[in-house]
T-cell receptor
C-alpha cells in the first residue's frame, strides 16, 4: 500500500496526558498537512510542511500542539496536556507540488481518532 | 470573512441523479476541490476545477462559475455506496484550502 498511513488509528487518553501521532506520507510527496475534524464539520487546518520546513501554522493551534517533520519524510503531531476539547479526528494529508505551482491535490490518510476522557 | 456554504443533508434514490451545490465567499480564488468522505474514513479526492465550466469524470461531474462564486457536484446513476459526505473546499489567495462543513448524502433503495 503506497497511500498515506497514520498511527495509531485510535487513541483514548486521560485529560492532562500527552499524546503523539505519526503520519507517513506518500513517498515522493514533498508537502504534508495536518488537519483536525469534528463530527459534521469539514477539516480544520492545523499546519503544513514543505519537505522538513514548517511553513504555516493555524492561529487556532495552541502552544500545546507541536508538529515535526525532521527528515522531510514522516511527521509527528504531539498534543501536550490534552483537554476534552481536543477529542477529534486528526487527519494527515500529503501532496506533490512543483516549482511555480501552488495548488496541489491533497491525499488523506485514514486519520487518528482521539478521545480524551 | 471566508465562507463556504453547502446543504447539510440531501436524500436521493438509487439510480437517480443528484446535484450538490456549493457557494463560496473567499479572499481570492485559486481553484475548488470536491472530496468524498464515508463515515469514519478520510476524505478522498473527486475533482478539481479552476476554470469555468463542467468537468466530467465517469458518473461524477463538477461545475464551476467563478463570477457567481458557485460550484456543483453532479452524481448520476446513484449507487448505495455513494452514501457519504461530500466536501467542497476552495483554495484562497494564500493557497490555503478553506473547507465547507460537507453535505451528507443519503441514498435510499
Amino acid at each position: 500500500d503506497t497511500g498515506v498511513s497514520q498511527d495509531p488509528r485510535h487513541k483514548i487518553t486521560k485529560r492532562g496526558q500527552n499524546v503523539t501521532f505519526r503520519c507517513d506520507p506518500i513517498s515522493e510527496h514533498n508537502r504534508l498537512y495536518w488537519y483536525r475534524q469534528t463530527l459534521g464539520q469539514g477539516p480544520e487546518f492545523l499546519t503544513y510542511f514543505q519537505n522538513e520546513a514548517q511553513l504555516e501554522k493555524s492561529r487556532l493551534l495552541s502552544d500545546r500542539f507541536s508538529a515535526e517533520r525532521p527528515k522531510g519524510s514522516f511527521s509527528t503531531l504531539e498534543i501536550q496536556r490534552t483537554e476534552q476539547g481536543d477529542s477529534a479526528m486528526y487527519l494527515c494529508a500529503s501532496s506533490l507540488t512543483f516549482q511555480g505551482a501552488n495548488t496541489d491535490t491533497q491525499y488523506f490518510g485514514p486519520g487518528t481518532r482521539l478521545t480524551v476522557l | 470573512g471566508q465562507n463556504i456554504d453547502q446543504p447539510t443533508e440531501m436524500t436521493a434514490t438509487e439510480g437517480a441523479i443528484v446535484q450538490i451545490n456549493c457557494t463560496y465567499q473567499t479572499s481570492g480564488f485559486n481553484g475548488l476541490f470536491w472530496y468524498q468522505q464515508h463515515a469514519g474514513e478520510a476524505p478522498t479526492f473527486l475533482s478539481y476545477n479552476v476554470l469555468d465550466g463542467l468537468e466530467e469524470k465517469g458518473r461524477f461531474s463538477s461545475f464551476l462559475s467563478r463570477s457567481k462564486g458557485y460550484s456543483y457536484l453532479l452524481l448520476k446513476e446513484l449507487q448505495m455506496k455513494d452514501s457519504a459526505s461530500y466536501l467542497c473546499a476552495v483554495v484562497d489567495s494564500n493557497y490555503q484550502l478553506i473547507w465547507g462543513a460537507g453535505t451528507k448524502l443519503i441514498i435510499k433503495p
